[in-house]
């Protein structure tokens, strides 16, 4: 995927990107022992999803929280976890896209950034990956490894995150790159096509199925984002509000309880998604797509299982180009 904000680049520069690997802390360091205990207010409600929309800037956020989103990718700076909305919480960016570099290069200077947010109860994971291909990326998986063991070491309890798509997943089975959590991001609205082939959702469950995720490492990244007003490709377009119920359904069906899901995208993105869900409220001729999501946000309880499988989805990077 792509970096996003300025405040993250500029988070990275100030905690001194330069490339190169940690040295293992000792033992007795008294930095690698458990932080102390999330506030209950911190806490998601047991069995209850979390929800994120990414490329959202800070001043749509409270926005955002009224449509229950209560998961927020931000940098990791203090001042901006500090400001989310009542009860949000943090899915600190700190990744790559697909090859691209780090958001903080060097692993000394990552482990450095962990242990500060180490005890912040309202820092709910770690997002070290978008999308990245072991076939073409040398190292890879390596470079999420280390970084997964540090988030585990410094931070024990906050969440090692990678979304990954349809390029091969076996490099990244959970004893390889120690993540928690993956993201899986096919995308069934295809432009030109008057249906969306729910089907391409069940082929990348079943890939991650055969990579060896087991369902409770899943994160459903569902389609709330169209290619018809974007610079770049246009292979995809927004969905219709009937159209993402069933995207969703049929998640619910394959992945009932997650730890959380993501709406890809909230914001635009120059070269890869416009329109995007910040537009999508019913006005402009567009689809309210904002309130089929609220729906889903607030609802008390998870859905109902089964599985399958059938044909491929193209990625498509969810995060914005700087």
């Given at each position: 995927?792509?970096?996003?904000?300025?405040?993250?680049?500029?988070?990275?520069?100030?905690?001194?990107?330069?490339?190169?690997?940690?040295?293992?802390?000792?033992?007795?360091?008294?930095?690698?022992?458990?932080a102390a205990a999330h506030s209950?207010?911190?806490r998601s409600a047991p069995g209850?999803?979390?929800?994120?929309?990414?490329?959202?800037?800070?001043?749509?956020?409270?926005?955002?929280?009224?449509?229950?989103?209560?998961?927020?990718d931000v940098a990791p700076d203090?001042?901006?976890?500090?400001?989310?909305?009542?009860?949000?919480?943090?899915?600190?960016?700190?990744?790559?896209?697909?090859?691209?570099?780090?958001?903080?290069?060097?692993?000394?200077?990552?482990?450095?950034?962990?242990?500060?947010?180490?005890?912040?109860?309202?820092?709910?994971?770690?997002?070290?990956?978008?999308?990245?291909?072991?076939?073409?990326?040398?190292?890879?998986?390596?470079?999420?490894?280390?970084?997964?063991?540090?988030?585990?070491?410094?931070?024990?309890?906050?969440?090692?995150?990678?979304?990954?798509?349809?390029?091969?997943?076996?490099?990244?089975?959970?004893?390889?790159?120690?993540?928690?959590?993956?993201?899986?991001?096919?995308?069934?609205?295809?432009?030109?096509?008057?249906?969306?082939?729910?089907?391409?959702?069940?082929?990348?469950?079943?890939?991650?199925?055969?990579?060896?995720?087991?369902?409770?490492?899943?994160?459903?990244?569902?389609?709330?984002?169209?290619?018809?007003?974007?610079?770049?490709?246009?292979?995809?377009?927004?969905?219709?509000?009937?159209?993402?119920?069933?995207?969703?359904?049929?998640?619910?069906?394959?992945?009932?309880?997650?730890?959380?899901?993501?709406?890809?995208?909230?914001?635009?993105?120059?070269?890869?998604?416009?329109?995007?869900?910040?537009?999508?409220?019913?006005?402009?001729?567009?689809?309210?797509?904002?309130?089929?999501?609220?729906?889903?946000?607030?609802?008390?309880?998870?859905?109902?299982?089964?599985?399958?499988?059938?044909?491929?989805?193209?990625?498509?990077?969810?995060?914005?180009?700087?």
């Open positions: 995927m792509k970096t996003r904000l300025a405040a993250v680049a500029a988070a990275a520069a100030t905690a001194g990107a330069a490339a190169g690997y940690l040295i293992a802390p000792s033992p007795g360091d008294a930095s690698a022992r458990p209950a207010a911190a209850r999803p979390l929800h994120v929309a990414l490329n959202m800037p800070a001043e749509d956020q409270a926005r955002a929280a009224r449509l229950g989103y209560d998961l927020f203090e001042g901006a976890v500090a400001a989310l909305p009542a009860g949000g919480r943090a899915l600190l960016w700190v990744g790559n896209s697909t090859c691209g570099d780090f958001e903080i290069a060097d692993t000394d200077d990552f482990a450095a950034t962990v242990k500060r947010f180490a005890g912040n109860g309202r820092v709910y994971g770690w997002y070290l990956s978008d999308e990245p291909n072991p076939d073409e990326c040398p190292g890879i998986v390596e470079k999420i490894r280390r970084r997964a063991d540090i988030v585990h070491r410094y931070a024990p309890g906050q969440k090692a995150f990678a979304s990954l798509t349809d390029w091969p997943m076996r490099p990244l089975r959970p004893s390889a790159a120690h993540l928690d959590l993956i993201g899986l991001d096919p995308y069934p609205c295809r432009a030109g096509r008057s249906g969306c082939d729910l089907d391409v959702i069940d082929t990348m469950v079943g890939q991650a199925a055969r990579a060896g995720f087991p369902r409770r490492m899943i994160v459903p990244v569902v389609q709330t984002f169209g290619q018809s007003c974007n610079d770049g490709e246009r292979t995809w377009r927004l969905p219709g509000a009937a159209e993402l119920r069933s995207i969703l359904d049929r998640w619910d069906r394959l992945v009932p309880s997650p730890a959380f899901d993501i709406s890809y995208s909230w914001g635009r993105q120059d070269e890869w998604a416009c329109p995007a869900l910040a537009d999508a409220d019913g006005s402009g001729g567009r689809p309210d797509l904002q309130s089929v999501m609220k729906r889903h946000n607030q609802r008390r309880t998870p859905q109902a299982p089964p599985p399958t499988a059938s044909t491929p989805a193209k990625p498509c990077p969810t995060r914005d180009v700087p």
